[in-house]
């Protein structure tokens, strides 16, 4: 999987990592991302799909940044 964060979300993200680790128990910096997106995967499950998980699905994405 590869993803594109700006700069400043990159960098926050990576200090925030650096900083907290050890605190909160990440193997990895793979951890780390892995545990954030599933925490959003979550939220958005609950305010979009009464709470209920999403049908898993690999069928590619769009790539690419919008143009706008």
Do not use: C, I, Q
């Not at 900083?19 to 925490?39: I, K, N, Q, Y």
């Not at 939220?43 to 898993?56: D, P, V």
């Amino acid at each position: 999987m590869t993803t594109y964060l700006s700069a400043a979300t990159r960098d926050r993200a990576r200090a925030t990592y650096r900083a907290t680790s050890h605190l909160e128990g990440d193997e990895s910096w793979s951890d780390f991302v892995e545990r954030a997106v599933l925490a959003e995967v979550e939220r958005r499950e609950l305010t979009h799909n009464a709470g209920e998980k999403y049908k898993g699905d690999s069928s590619p994405l769009p790539v690419g940044r919008p143009l706008s």
